[in-house]
């Protein structure tokens, strides 16, 4: 079945770039209908949709963080990735990679990477 | 955006209890409403989508009501592996998709 998996610097210092990849395993990440999303959680605290992707390149940004943020995919390397720049200890989160099934009517995340946990310090 | 409030913000229940957990939106999502469970250390796992229908795998004890503004998710009868965060997700008005900050279900 199709697997989702987070990859990237546990660490990255205050006003560099966070940079993270999910590797999608068992299926296709150029099958139409899915949108390939990140979301983070703060410490203790609730889910925050990032964007997402679609494997032609069509992005969609969270509002909040669209001067921040981009979301690249790489269909021939199974990967789509995020990065964020100018980061602050406000980003510290436990990062989620995810796939969006809207496009097969099952208008949610319905498989999730483990998460990873990024950490914003000097 | 769209914000979702949950209530109430924890639940203790006792195993076989009956849990109803309440999410309410700003407007009206239609019934484009999901339901997540996350336990500690993991990621969140898909419940319900389109306010009442299981994702796949889910058992039949957990069940999704209403639309508009107001929702509803129900564990029928609380096994020891319910005990977890419950999220709601609005996936009408976006970007961005909202999520609800989340109701504990503790053990009692």
């Known amino acids: 079945q199709v697997q989702l998996q987070e990859s990237g610097p546990g660490v990255v210092k205050p006003s560099q770039t966070l940079s993270l990849t999910c590797t999608v395993s068992g299926g296709s990440i150029s099958t139409g209908g899915y949108y390939w999303t990140w979301i983070r959680q703060l410490p203790g605290k609730g889910l925050e949709w990032i964007g997402h992707i679609y494997y032609s390149g069509r992005t969609s940004y969270n509002p909040s963080l669209q001067s921040r943020l981009s979301i690249s995919i790489d269909t021939s390397k199974s990967q789509f990735s995020l990065k964020l720049t100018s980061v602050t200890a406000a980003d510290t989160a436990v990062y989620y990679c995810?796939?969006?099934?809207?496009?097969?009517?099952?208008?949610?995340?319905?498989?999730w990477g483990q998460g990873t946990m990024v950490t914003v310090s000097s | 955006e769209i914000v979702l409030t949950q209530s109430p913000a924890t639940l203790s229940l006792s195993p076989g209890e009956r849990a109803t957990l309440s999410c309410r939106a700003s407007?009206?999502?239609?019934?484009?409403l999901a339901w997540y469970q996350q336990k500690p250390g993991q990621a969140p796992r898909l419940l319900i989508y389109?306010?009442?229908n299981r994702a796949t795998g889910i058992p039949a004890r957990f069940s999704g009501s209403g639309s508009g503004t107001d929702f509803t998710l129900t564990i029928s009868s609380l096994e020891p592996e319910d005990f977890a965060v419950y999220y709601c997700q609005q996936r009408t008005n976006w970007p961005p998709f909202t999520f609800g900050p989340g109701t504990k279900v503790e053990i009692k």
């Open positions: 407007q009206s999502v239609r019934n484009n």
């Open positions: 389109d306010a009442s």
């Open positions: 995810a796939r969006d099934s809207s496009g097969y009517l099952i208008a949610a995340l319905d498989i």
